[in-house]
């Protein structure tokens, strides 16, 4: 069982020094005055998880263990964006319309709500 963890942090360890340079390649190759890195990242990262998804769906066998390692771990640290469009194409292709809505528009707003409020209370206190 510690083992399952110890290769998950090490995937999560490489997906978060992935994100780190890439990002910050990007970011010195443009504008400071936008975040090009941190939406390079996500955007890129949609791209390959959604290509190595189909791609072990479909033309190769792998065990739900080294799945986990690398849409959990590795995506899951070089961008959560990923997941979070993964599930919510999932929904979109079970013709779940409304629960795609919700999810999209719940985790931006609340999750910019909630960085606010966080940052509020952070200097409150």
């Known amino acids: 069982m510690w083992q ?9 360890a490489a997906g978060t020094i992935s994100r780190y340079l ?9 504008t400071p005055n936008f975040p090009f890195g941190t939406a390079t990242v996500n955007i890129a990262g949609c791209l ?4 190595l998804w189909a791609f072990t769906e479909n ?4 065990s739900g263990q080294t799945r986990t390692l690398i849409f959990v771990g ?5 961008t959560t964006f990923s997941s979070f469009m993964f599930e919510t ?4 292709n079970d013709s779940q319309w409304f629960l795609a809505s919700v ?11 909630c960085i606010l409020a ?6 409150l206190i």
């Open 4 to 12: 399952k963890y110890i290769y998950l942090g090490l995937a999560g």
């Open 22 to 30: 890439f990002s910050g390649f990007i970011q010195k190759l443009s």
């Open 48 to 51: 390959i998880f959604g290509l």
């Open 59 to 62: 033309r190769l066998t792998i």
């Open 74 to 78: 590795f995506f899951g640290a070089f």
């Open 89 to 92: 194409s999932k929904l979109m």
């Open 103 to 113: 999810n999209i528009i719940m985790q931006n707003i609340l999750g910019l709500v």
């Open 118 to 123: 966080g940052l509020a209370i952070g200097k």
